[in-house]
């Protein structure tokens, strides 16, 4: 159980609760626990008055049980290092025992000043709720039923079972219009780009276009592959898809059209059409990164681009936001023209996906767990979203939140100037968040400029339930 991450917190009293970095050691659960609270008051990672968090919640974090939390905490009120109180929580004494002298001469150690201690960095989900158990029994039940070639190198398309199951779970969660035929399995976006760059170049493709607001990382791939990626404005329709008449020698379109990474906006109707027309009318293509679309608190998610025409629109999904980044697993459903040159770059490259985490994936949507977790979630970040703009309306009524009710990011409207000082007075207080700068783009000859735009970009997904309410707190002090 060693190296389990909760909060931490240092401070006067908090209004949402401590934040702990705790290492479960000695001879049980119970016993590590109680050393490692005690060893954070020692240190001062936990100051008097600290409040903690919850025990349901600090247990659901480590992954022990309820009591293991209860006893620890109250053992540790027993012995003077912690007070409860009907109605206040389970806080650090204002008087705790005398903590250890340091020898003089010996080396002392100091904590890592540039260590985060709330993350709200963009691109992960909330991973203490990966449903572990679940996993774990269609783990158990793909395993036994996996049939003997499961265990050798198989086809460079991914398992059929895996194939067949996203063909009818994207066509009804989504209204992706592909057989199982069609789709190629991948270790995530990333692949999938990469193997499609390699595709464009193979074709002459000499340009890739790409939105104003996005990842470098995606363009640094495009551009390693020997493709140029021109800037597309992006306003509060989305991109601008008239523009794409007027770059010279794009072939192909990356697109985030059910929710704009990480602007938050969708791609308007007419947007959406006039992709797909811009598509049929030049022989190019769109690819579309669907990477958060299950998410859609207001409303139905709007469905697939793909849905409007399945031979110009290559389709990205992934586990990584649904389920956790780590699984690797992702997948793109191909025009039919371009399944052969994706499966032999795949298969002259890295497979790159385990056949028994795809049998696992398999199961886990044909038995329904991935429906019924992706729900659970949809709920879970909802709350989230909402707890964030009422905290704000309260605490910050000058900053406004923009973008729409999805996915596991907003972006917070900060006054003219101030993004960096703002980002840079986050990490003081161990806080991980971006600016909306960080993911501009845009070139000399584009031939416009983007407008001054200072912002938060804030994943409200990330954090862990004992440590939400501190990350809000925290992020409350340093807005202006």
Known sequence: MAGHRTSSAAGPPRAFGADLHVELRGPGLRAGLADALREAVRTGRLAPGS????????????????????????????????????????????????????????????????????GLWTGAPDLANFPRTQWLTAARRALTAAPYDAF??????????????????????????????????????????????????????????????????FRDLLRNAGLHTPPLYVDEHGGRIDDLARLPGVGAVLLTPAHQYPTGVALCPERRTAAVDWARATGGLIL?????????????????????????????????????????????VLPE??????????????????????????????????????????????????????????????????????????????????ESSVVQAAARQGLAIRGLTQFRYETEDCGWQLPERDALVVNYAAPSDSAWSSALDALCTVLP
């Open 152 to 217: 050798g190198y198989g086809d460079a398309r991914g398992r059929t079972e895996l194939r067949a199951a996203l063909a009818d779970y994207l066509a009804r969660a989504r209204g992706v219009c592909a057989g199982p035929e069609r789709i190629v399995i991948c270790s995530g976006f990333h692949h999938g780009l990469a193997l499609m760059a390699r595709a464009l170049r193979v074709r002459r493709v000499g340009a890739v276009a790409v939105e104003a607001y996005g990842l470098g990382l």
């Open 288 to 332: 579309e990164d669907d990477y958060d679309g299950e998410f859609r608190y207001d409303r139905q998610p709007v469905g697939a681009l793909q849905g409007l025409d399945p031979q110009r629109v290559v389709y990205f999904g992934s586990v990584s936001k649904s389920l956790a980044p780590g699984l690797r697993l992702g997948w793109t």
């Open 51 to 118: 409040r903690l968090p919850a025990s349901r919640s600090l247990a659901a974090d480590l992954g022990v049980s309820r009591n293991t939390v209860v006893e620890s905490y109250a053992e540790l009120v027993a012995e003077g290092w912690l007070t409860a109180q009907q109605g206040s929580g389970t806080r650090v004494a204002t008087r705790v025992p005398e903590p250890h002298r340091v020898t003089p001469g010996a080396p002392r150690s100091r904590p890592d000043e540039h260590r985060p201690r709330y």
């Open 337 to 418: 023209e371009l399944i052969r040159e994706i499966v032999t770059a795949k298969g002259h490259g890295d497979y790159m996906t385990s056949a028994l985490e795809q049998l696992t994936l398999a199961e886990f949507i044909a038995s329904g767990a991935y429906d019924r977790h992706v729900r659970s979630m949809r709920l879970r970040y909802r709350r989230r979203r909402d707890q964030l703009v009422e905290v704000l309306r309260q605490r910050a009524p000058g900053i406004r939140v923009t973008g729409m009710a999805a996915g596991l990011q907003t972006v917070l409207e900060l006054p003219p100037g101030t």
